[in-house]
């Protein structure tokens, strides 16, 4: 009875309008003290002072009363049933599709995260495929100075997983270039009936954009699509790679070391104008956290269900209980 009663404060009514009739509930409250006093004056001045005991016995004042408060709290849990409850509950979805975009340029070498922000990128992909329903199609694209499509979205899991194995640090970081080929992809996703299924693009990179599409403005295009991107910033500031110096040539030029901090402003900036979230990572593990949160966020989508059932359980045994007690207490029903 406790869940219960902490239920109704997390659930919605498909027909609010019947909870009026709750008002009428203190008024069966008043009318029922109402009738109590009218019985103690009635048994005062039918008894003498001395039969009152035998007249009137002196029983507990919670036994007089308990089987009536659980009638009134039955009455006030089959008016919420009547109300049709329901309540809104997390379940797969049957279709829809998902674009993985990994940014695969050189600051993905960095070993700021462990072993190498690539590696660390691919492993966390893969356990987020694992989690998402078998009935999501799962796309993998390579973010590189020109966007590579590795895999089309697709239910075949082992297919995505191969994909995720060929991604291989080389090139700059064309963020609004892949969002653009992402999105053409997913809009041209087969539907039922016509509808086009949800769709979702989830961006990971660490650096500023160095293409020429402008990646906010292709975020907006996504949006009109209703499509979000959901954004990860990966690294730290301390992030370094070690790249051929400049103006060397050949082994005479030697290296250098340059820092390679990731850019979360460039990308909340993406996922706010497409309407999705951003999610920053600066280890393995919260990566591997950000990716369990994505797909518990895109795999499943919340639908009202029915839970009348529960409460009008929950009436009968109240009910039950009432005529239980003042049948025990009194002999008679109420």
Known sequence: ????????????FAAPLVLVLLLGIPVLVALYGAHQRDRRRAAAAFAAPAMTPSVAPNRPRW????????FLLALAILILAAARPQKTVAVPVER???????????????????PTRLVAARTAAKRFVAQVPKTVNVGVMALSSKPRVLASPTRDRVAIDQAL????????TGTGEAITAATNILKRQPGVNGKRPPSAIVLLSDGAATGTIDPVSAAQ??????????TVALGTREGTITVPRAGGSGNQGGTETRSVPPDPQSLAEVAKASGGKTYTAADADKLSDVYKSLGSLLGTKNEKRQVTAGFAGGALVLLLLGAAMSLRWFGRLI
């Open 221 to 230: 295009a996504a949006r009109k699509l209703r499509i979000p991107i959901y």
């Open 165 to 172: 194995d060929q991604l291989t640090a080389r090139g700059g």
């Open 1 to 12: 009875m406790i869940a219960l009663a902490v239920s109704v404060f997390a659930v919605s």
């Open 63 to 70: 036994r007089m009363h308990a089987p009536m408060l659980a």
């Open 96 to 114: 829809a599709s998902i674009m993985l975009i990994t940014d695969v340029s050189g600051s993905m070498q960095a070993t700021d995260v462990r």
